[in-house]
């Protein structure tokens, strides 16, 4: 079965560089979720898109920006790139419009930034 | 945020050792979510409970929903040196701008062979 698909999985960029992340979510799923997790950490909400809208909108710091597409995969981007940037950062789907409940992540993009 | 409670934080046991590890919150939570993550790799959904009081087994795994949906429980048996990893618990909160789910701060175990 196809699974949430993240691009790219490694990124490496200096200070005040901008990056963009892609996911790709299970075909159907409605609704995407980012996390950015750091060392040692549990991931931590970033923002979600149900139907291509902002659902909800969690510590996204202000550089960063993300949309959801008319194809429904979601791209995360990061301008001004801070040393504390540096983390994975998950996309999840899942299908809220048949009130499944449950998140299903990719393999995430490790982002490090110089 | 929500905050969930995950202990413990860190277990080294001997293969062939059963596991316990739990999740507790002061929020009531529709779902509890039980994910393992590998290193470098995106969590993966182990079990997923529904109901207050629900019981329910992957394999050996075993995990509880608790009845005041404020807390689960999740079970290991007789472990093999594969079940390393990081386990996460999710709490899963239905709002008025959506679903919200929360994750707990992980338990690492180690298994010796």
């Known amino acids: 079965a196809a699974g949430v698909i993240q691009s790219p999985r490694h990124l490496i960029k200096e200070k005040r560089e901008t990056a963009t992340l892609k996911c790709y979510p299970i075909?159907?799923?409605?609704?995407v979720y980012w996390y950015q997790q750091g060392p040692g950490q549990d991931p931590q909400f970033l923002i979600s898109?149900?139907?291509?809208?902002?659902?909800d909108k969690g510590s996204i710091p202000d550089r960063f920006s993300a949309q959801q597409f008319s194809d429904y995969h979601s791209e995360l981007n990061m301008s001004s790139l801070e040393l504390g940037d540096s983390a994975l950062y998950f996309c999840?789907?899942?299908?809220?419009?048949?009130?499944?409940?449950?998140?299903?992540f990719g393999a995430g993009s490790r982002l490090t930034v110089l | 945020g929500q905050q969930l409670n995950q202990s413990p934080q860190s277990m080294f046991i001997q293969e062939g050792e059963d596991v316990s590890m739990n999740c507790t919150s002061s929020?009531?939570?529709?779902?509890w979510l039980w994910y393992k993550q590998d290193p470098g790799e995106g969590p993966v959904l182990l079990i997923a409970?529904?109901?207050?009081?629900e019981l329910t087994s992957n394999g050996r795994l075993t995990a509880q929903f608790g009845i005041t949906r404020k807390d689960s429980f999740l079970n290991i048996s007789a472990s093999i040196p594969s079940d390393v990893g990081i386990y996460f618990c999710?709490?899963?909160?239905?709002?008025?701008?959506?679903?919200?789910?929360?994750f707990g701060t992980g338990t690492s175990l180690t298994v010796i062979p």
């Open positions: 898109f149900y139907e291509k809208m902002q659902s």
């Open positions: 075909p159907r799923h409605d609704t």
């Open positions: 999710a709490g899963q909160l239905i709002s008025g701008t959506g679903n919200q789910f929360y």
């Open positions: 929020s009531i939570f529709n779902t």
């Open positions: 999840a789907s899942s299908l809220e419009g048949a009130g499944a409940n449950v998140l299903t």
């Open positions: 409970l529904y109901k207050a009081g």
